[in-house]
Structures are given as structure tokens and as C-alpha cells.
DNA sequence: TCAGCTTTGTGCACACGTTCACAAAAGCCT
DNA sequence: AGGCTTTTGTGAACGTGTGCACAAAGCTGA
């Protein structure tokens, strides 16, 4: 690599691995409790078996963002914190606005962990008139008719989106008009973005599902049901009872 | 996208890729709303385009579980459905257990989601005598001192932890030694756990910062703060203003 | 100053995952 | 029947992520 005006320490040249960026987090958060008992430094052993990854992982890891360590000591607790802090961009401030205050939207409104790590849940929105106007952690929730106001009124960059399922897209159509470009999906869709766009969704019934996959691997139950004969494939009625009949796509609101 | 990670050797013999895996839920939930539509055939395009997935990749993915599809055709809509349903061992029941009933786990109890592909929630507990003996979602609310009783009698096999983070290696701890080995962790917390326990967890936070680091990209805001000065590494003060103060630990309980 | 010990940073090999691209299969039409 | 069209299933290339193992760097103590 050559021409890039690269005044930053080595790597940062171009882009962290994603699988990297997934783990500072959980660094970091080992980090901050190491910090709060007032360690000051501390080895890539230590470190990644409280964040629960192997060693070399961390220490290559940790030399995406530079050379923060010093050979035979280890890491200081305070400025590595400081370093994933800021290359995760948490020393600014991100109002997030939540839509769709049914179960999930109230508990996460009420969600400790959010109002940590610079986010900052700047608004509650809802489309039914029998909720907007409620207070819920000390916030008034607003009409989804306001979104494009609040967005540019809060600089709201990150949406979280807790509605059903069916009202998901239109949501999403919505705040990607009114300029956010980061989402937290909670609703069980595919939501499609304009590039540019970034979606991470958290699935309940997907992480079951995967559980559900290993604890069959695991107890043998595996060929309960006798392997369907490929039979007919052509078959019209469902070869199954009444699985096909299917699930009501979630989130009773 | 939910974090989570089972650590696992892959490709084990007859065994099926885990990223593949992770994405059978999402064909499912393509094929469901397709069959709920009376669609009989669908193309690896068309179901790769509802599942936000290549068709490259999708065919693949299929082919794991076997030939379930007909050249110039496509696939059978209800057929797949079942065989998908059975790799994932959905045709069986899954009785759930929900250790920690603050907002999160209110919540998750009274969320339609789980109920549905064979997911159950068996039981509700909570460790404050305050919560336990309340009604939620139809059930009432046990003790912790019950859990082996009720692991055993209800034949649980999924436990769920939405307690605060301080708490959830001991409700782990004990739903592993009533014989528990799939667990879903809320707690923004790495577990520890023997071997052959299955741990996912879905961290909101992390998915947050995760947002926030493509966003800084995005915005180009990368660089506000000056590279620290490597300075006094001893440094006490934190360099960033709160952020050391690490989270409330999540759920108000 | 130098030997000895600890721990980082990274080159390398390998495993896993994704994508391309195409032959083979199946249905359809004349 | 035979050619044409569609679409699967998969070999192979490529890219990303992981883990080992070790040289280099820094500290400590004599």
C-alpha cells in the first residue's frame, strides 16, 4: 500500500474486519469492568478469557487498531478503552428513536443498557393514537407523523424498529426517507434497504430455531420422524400434518 | 443480526455448515408466508430474493439437506417446509424456561413469536418473591428454588436468561446442572459453560455499537477527536468523559 | 550492561464461507 | 421425438476468519 495519506498508526489504512468490529464490543465491555475495579493494565490472556475469546484472536484483533500494547506487560486498561472507543465511534453522542412501542418497544424503552456507551434514545414513536401521548420512561410517546421532524429535529441517526412484522418495511421506508442510515431490526422480516443503508436484525425466533438444531444434533432425537420417503415429489398435499398449516408471522403488537 | 456464535467444528461428517444452519429459519419464514399464499412452487430466485439471500447461495444451503428441488421447475413450496422444519427439529415440541421476568422478560413472555414453531414457554421464574406468584401472559410466576423441579417435570430444554448481568452466570450455572444444554442469553454477559452446552446470546448494545462504527464510517466523522497523545499511559482519568462508568448492568428487574 | 523472563505483534497455513459459472435434468412446445 | 427453455446442483476459484508458533520488544534484576 502506498499512496493514501495515511496519517493514522499502520493499519488503519483501510477497514477492520467485520469480524473484528463485531468483537470490540465485547472487549471493550471487559475493558470497562476491568477499569471500574481499577486494574491498570492488563495481558491478552487475561483479557480474552473475560471476553471470552482465544488470545491470539484478541492480539491480532487489537493490532487492527493499532499497536496499543507494550511486549512483556500487556495493555493499559484506560487508553485501550479509550482506543475502541473511539474507533467504534462511541465518544459521540447517538440519539436512536425507537418505533413501535408494544412489549418489546416498552422494555426496551426502559433498557438501562441503552442510555450507556454515548446512545441515547432521543424519541418513542407509535402509529396507534391510543399510545401516542402515554409517558414511558419519562418520555412522551410521539405519532409516527412526526418522525421526519424528530429525525431532523434530534439528528436522530440510528432507528430502532419494534413494530409487527407487516408494518416493518413501511417503517423502514419511512426513516431511510427521513435520512437514517442505521437500523436495529427487532421485527421477524427482511427489511430491504438502499445501499448505502445498514440493517442488523435481532431475531428471537431465528436464535431458537439454531438452539433447537444442536439440541436435536445433541440428543439423538435427530431421525425421530422416520425419513419422508422422497416419494412423489410432485406431491401436492403437504407431506406433513399440519405444519404447513403455519404460524401467524409474530409480534401481536 | 443476533451475535451469538456457536462454537463448533462445522462440517462434521454428515453435518450441516453453521452459517447454513443460521439461515434455514429465514428460507422457512420465506416459505411459510408462501405457502400461507396457496404459492405451490417457488423458484431458488424468488425464494433466495424473500430471504434477503443470494440464489447461489441459497441452492447450496439447500443442497446440504438434500435434492428437494426439480430442475426447471423449482422447489415444492409445502415440501421444503417440512424437510427444513425437520432438519431444524421443529416438528418436535421445545418447552422453554424464562429465568429472570423484569421488562425484557415480560416481554418476551407475552410475545407471540414463541409460541410458534414448536417453541413453548413452560415456565416463568424469577429469584424476588416480589414477582414471583404474579400472572403474566396466563402464567404464574415461580421461584427460582423451583427450577430442577420444574426442569425435570416439564421437561425444559431451552432455558432463557433476561436477568440482570451480575446474576446470570449463577441462573446459568444451575440451569446447566438441572440439565439444561441450550441456553439464550439476554444478559450482557459472556457465560462460561462445559462442554457440549450450547450458549447464543443477543446483545443489544453490541449491536448498537456495531451501527454506530459503520455510521462514523459513514458520516466521515472519523476522525473529530485528534489521535490521543500516547501520553502518560498510566494515565487515571479516563479520557473519555463517562464512558468508563460502565452500564447498569441492564434490566431494572 | 547483559541475561533471562514475559508478552506482544504477525507470518503462515488451514478451515470456513461465498460466489461464479456451467453441465445435467426436467418440462414444454411444435 | 427432438430441440428449446428453465432452473437446479455443484465443482472450483476466491475471500474471509482462525489459530499456531515464534521472533522481536520491553521489563527486571544482578
Redesign the pocket.
Known amino acids: 500500500m502506498a499512496t493514501g495519506r495515511t496519517e493514522r498508526p499502520?493499519?488503519r489504512g483501510r477497514g477492520i474486519?467485520?469480524?473484528?468490529v463485531?468483537?470490540l464490543p465485547l472487549y471493550l465491555r471487559a475493558l470497562s469492568a476491568l477499569s471500574e475495579r481499577g486494574v491498570p493494565t492488563?495481558?491478552?490472556?487475561?483479557?480474552a478469557a473475560a471476553a471470552g475469546?482465544?488470545?491470539?484472536?484478541l492480539?491480532?484483533?487489537?493490532?487492527?487498531l493499532?499497536?496499543?500494547?507494550?511486549?512483556?506487560?500487556?495493555?493499559d486498561v484506560e487508553y485501550l478503552v479509550y482506543q475502541i472507543s473511539r474507533e467504534l465511534g462511541l465518544t459521540q453522542d447517538w440519539p436512536v428513536a425507537i418505533v413501535g412501542i408494544g412489549n418489546l418497544g416498552h422494555a426496551l424503552a426502559n433498557y438501562g443498557g441503552f442510555a450507556s456507551r454515548g446512545f441515547r434514545v432521543a424519541a418513542l414513536l407509535d402509529a396507534d393514537r391510543a399510545v401516542t401521548g402515554q409517558r414511558i420512561a419519562g418520555m412522551v410517546v410521539r405519532h409516527m407523523d412526526d418522525l421526519e421532524q424528530i429525525v431532523r429535529d434530534d439528528h436522530v441517526s440510528i432507528g430502532v424498529i419494534t413494530t409487527p412484522a407487516p408494518a416493518a418495511q413501511g417503517v423502514c421506508d419511512r426513516l431511510v426517507a427521513a435520512g437514517i442510515t442505521s437500523i436495529l431490526n427487532f421485527a421477524p422480516t427482511v427489511l430491504s434497504v438502499p445501499e448505502g443503508v445498514d440493517v442488523r436484525k435481532v431475531d428471537l425466533s431465528i436464535e431458537l430455531q439454531i438452539l433447537a438444531f444442536h439440541e436435536q444434533r445433541k440428543s439423538g432425537t435427530d431421525g425421530v420422524a422416520p425419513q419422508l420417503p422422497p416419494a412423489a415429489?410432485?406431491a401436492a398435499a403437504s407431506p406433513v400434518g399440519d405444519l404447513g398449516g403455519d404460524l401467524p408471522e409474530v409480534m401481536p403488537a
Chains 1, 2 share one sequence.
Open positions: 499502520a493499519h474486519p467485520e469480524a473484528t463485531a468483537r492488563v495481558s491478552s490472556e487475561e483479557l475469546v482465544n488470545s491470539a484472536k492480539r491480532k484483533d487489537l493490532s487492527y493499532g499497536s496499543y500494547g507494550t511486549r512483556g506487560v500487556g495493555y415429489s410432485g
